[in-house]
């Protein structure tokens, strides 16, 4: 029977970044999904943003550390993965937002993010166009930005290869076996059995199922979201655009927040938080975003009208009850170590998260990583929801 320090279930957003970190540190690892190829889950149906805007400490440490893996990662590997520093703004038409934004944005500087509060003036010049009836102003965070999501997990798919990672695709986790309830023994699935010390679990939309092999309940709940990508036009804004106003009558439909930028080949690529929340697992793409989502746009940026929209989709995001990601181990089983529920967020987390977890397996967690697990652990409250979710 074949034998690893650590067994990653899933080739995804989470699972591949963290294949990298552990077999660069020297663990022999191996990761299974029972799709193809690696990305095909979704993490292709990201669209790409990378932030550390959060209001979550944690998630604005992780994310600063996969932002400096991101911005590096051509110079160092060589492969062009699209990234691009444009920043990201979240806009505020409200007073209500204006001070939900000024708060967060003090909150965010205290966890040493470069982020500011904007007067409309600079809004304007770096979205030129944008529609500045009763714009207040926004955030802006220079340090944010974008890149491809199916190049960058292929570009560490291979790299996490050349590191000594093993990968088995087209084979489904089935169970995982414990040694009196209690410790990790092998991971069984419906080709082979994988003897190892640690199991992850990066299932995303399928983290409860595999929680249930051990037991374990998983608050992660999928979540239905649809997003589109337009023809390429001449680049004229770089940050990603982050409109919170809900929306709620006959012109748009009920909406919550959109978010949008324009890539590196000049395609606006967007994305909508439906109104309510579609839980469950249907990725059949609805002709109802389409009109919803285009008619925001061309209001916030009328420049917009004639572009034409090439494709849209439709993925999920695997939800946790307060919006923040379940990371680390467990008490009950020891080495189940839980990687879940990245909701809107796992590819900008990824990268952070999977040097962590590394970290964790090893016994090299610093003091940080301390408070970063405390606060994203499987014990949490999940009271208290993140605002910038
Ligand atoms: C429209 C849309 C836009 C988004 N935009 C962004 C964005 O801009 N930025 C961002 O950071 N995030 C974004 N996201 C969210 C992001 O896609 C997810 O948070 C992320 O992909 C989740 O990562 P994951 O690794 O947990 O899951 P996945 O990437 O889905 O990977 C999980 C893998 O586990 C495998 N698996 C599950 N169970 C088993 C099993 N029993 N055996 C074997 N394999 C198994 C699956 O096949 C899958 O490949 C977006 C999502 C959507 C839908």
Redesign the pocket.
């Known amino acids: 029977m074949a034998e690893y320090d650590v067994v990653i279930?899933?080739?995804?957003?989470?699972?591949v970044p963290t294949a990298l970190a552990t077999a660069k540190d020297g663990l022999k690892t191996l990761v299974?999904?029972?799709?193809p190829s690696v990305?095909?889950?979704?993490?292709k149906?990201?669209?790409?943003?990378?932030r550390a805007t959060h209001s979550h400490k944690g998630k604005i440490w992780l994310c600063q550390r996969s932002i400096e893996i991101f911005s590096s990662w051509e110079e160092k590997y060589g492969d062009d993965i699209w990234w691009s520093q444009g920043g990201y703004t979240f806009l505020a038409y409200t007073k209500e937002h204006e001070n939900l934004l000024k708060d967060t944005v003090n909150l965010q500087k205290s966890y040493g993010l470069n982020i500011d509060f904007v007067d409309p003036e600079k809004i304007m010049e770096l979205i030129p166009g944008i529609n500045n009836n009763s714009l207040l102003g926004g955030t802006y965070s220079p340090e944010d930005g974008?890149a491809s999501?199916l190049l960058s997990l292929h570009s560490f798919f291979r790299q996490s290869r050349d590191y000594g990672a093993d990968y088995q695709f087209n084979?489904?986790?089935?169970d995982i076996v414990t040694k009196n309830n209690y410790n990790i023994v092998s991971v069984k699935?419906d080709k082979a059995t994988y003897k190892t010390r640690f199991v992850i679990n990066?299932?995303?939309?399928?983290?409860k199922?595999?929680g249930n092999m051990v037991d374990l309940y998983i608050s992660v709940e999928p979540e239905s979201?649809?997003?589109g990508i337009t023809e390429p036009v001449k680049n004229f804004f770089t940050p990603m655009i982050v409109d919170i106003r809900p929306c709620s009558d006959s012109r748009c439909g009920d909406s919550k927040n959109y978010y949008f930028y324009q890539n590196k080949e000049g395609k606006i690529i967007f994305?909508l938080t439906p109104s309510p929340n579609i839980v469950g697992t249907d990725r059949r793409e609805t002709s109802s975003f389409l009109p919803q989502i285009s008619k925001r746009m061309i209001q916030l940026l009328p420049r917009l009208r004639n572009i034409k929209v090439r494709r849209t989709?439709?993925?999920?995001?695997?939800m946790s009850p307060d919006c923040n990601p379940i990371v680390g181990k467990v008490r009950e089983i020891e080495g189940y170590i839980n990687?879940?529920g990245?909701?809107?967020?796992?590819?900008?987390?990824?990268p952070g998260l999977g040097e962590l977890l590394s970290r964790l397996l090893r016994e090299k967690t610093n003091s940080k990583d301390k408070e970063i697990l405390e606060t994203l652990s499987y014990d949490r409250d999940f009271g208290i929801e993140e605002e910038l979710k």
């Open positions: 279930i899933g080739a995804g957003s989470v699972g299974i999904d029972f799709l990305a095909q889950a979704d993490n149906h990201a669209i790409g943003g990378i974008n999501p084979e489904e986790v089935i699935t990066a299932a995303g939309a399928h983290a199922e595999v979201h649809e997003a994305c989709w439709r993925g999920l995001y695997p990687a879940v990245m909701c809107g967020q796992g590819f900008m987390l990824g």
